[in-house]
């Protein structure tokens, strides 16, 4: 069974970094892209970050360009997201999900809260 | 980026009868694989996003046969052909064609 489970979450000063973890299980995340997708309290969906199945070919949204790296352990078959500089617009939930064009499984998502 | 822009954005339904979400796109979706890589989501309540709906007309395991989604370029449609009390939520059409991903709006489904 494919399952995504996503950590790191939590109340974070303006400025502040954190890291997010996302352990898959069930497929192994080096065959498969993988995206970052957050949804602030009460709003839609937006993709935040994408990695390739090779992991060759990375991206970040505008949003977040020049804060954002993601990454991967495929020994321990974790996506990470590493989110820099963060401002009261990153307040939300984040969720990873399968793939990079079909995003055919999602987490349960982390909470990040951004505030002083 | 390509926008996706979704109508209606609430959409009151009477239990039992269709339901019909538009979603259109600023550009074709038509990746260079040959496939169109538009997908549909349903949010219920307090829950992630579940895919129901993928590169246009296919439908996930699981979901049934009363969700069905059409369209081609950059007109697509998801229709519920009978609407039952567990299909209330939020759903979103997402395009997977170009980088960046992104998503519609949301249509907000409920029962009159």
């Known amino acids: 069974e494919v399952q995504l489970l996503e950590s790191g979450g939590g109340l974070v000063q303006p400025g502040g970094s954190l890291r997010l973890s996302c352990v898959a299980s069930g497929f192994t995340i080096s065959s498969h892209g993988m995206s970052w997708v957050r949804q602030a309290p009460g709003k839609g969906l937006e993709w935040v970050s994408g990695?390739?199945?090779?992991?060759?070919?990375?991206s970040c949204a505008e949003s977040v360009k020049g804060r954002c790296t993601i990454s991967r352990d495929i020994s321990k078959n974790t996506l990470y997201l590493q989110m820099n500089s963060l401002s009261a617009d990153d307040t939300a939930l984040y969720y990873c999900?399968?793939?990079?064009?079909?995003?055919?499984?999602w987490g349960q998502g982390t909470l990040v809260t951004v505030s002083s | 980026d390509v926008v996706m822009t979704q109508s209606p954005l609430s959409l009151p339904v009477t239990l039992g009868q269709p339901a019909s979400i538009s979603c259109r796109s600023s550009?074709?979706?038509?990746?260079?694989?040959?496939?169109?890589?538009l997908n549909w989501f349903q949010q219920r309540p307090g829950q992630s996003p579940r895919r129901l709906i993928y590169?246009?007309?296919k439908r996930d395991s699981g979901v049934p046969d009363r969700f069905s989604g059409s369209g081609s370029g950059t007109d697509f449609t998801l229709k519920i052909s009978r609407v039952e009390a567990e299909d209330v939520g939020v759903y979103y059409c997402?395009?997977?064609?170009?980088?960046?991903?992104?998503f519609g709006g949301g249509t907000k489904v409920e029962i009159k």
């Open positions: 990695v390739s199945s090779t992991g060759g070919t990375t």
């Open positions: 590169t246009v007309s």
């Open positions: 999900a399968r793939g990079t064009l079909l995003l055919d499984y």
């Open positions: 997402m395009q997977g064609t170009h980088w960046p991903l992104t």
């Open positions: 550009q074709s979706l038509v990746h260079s694989d040959g496939n169109t890589y």
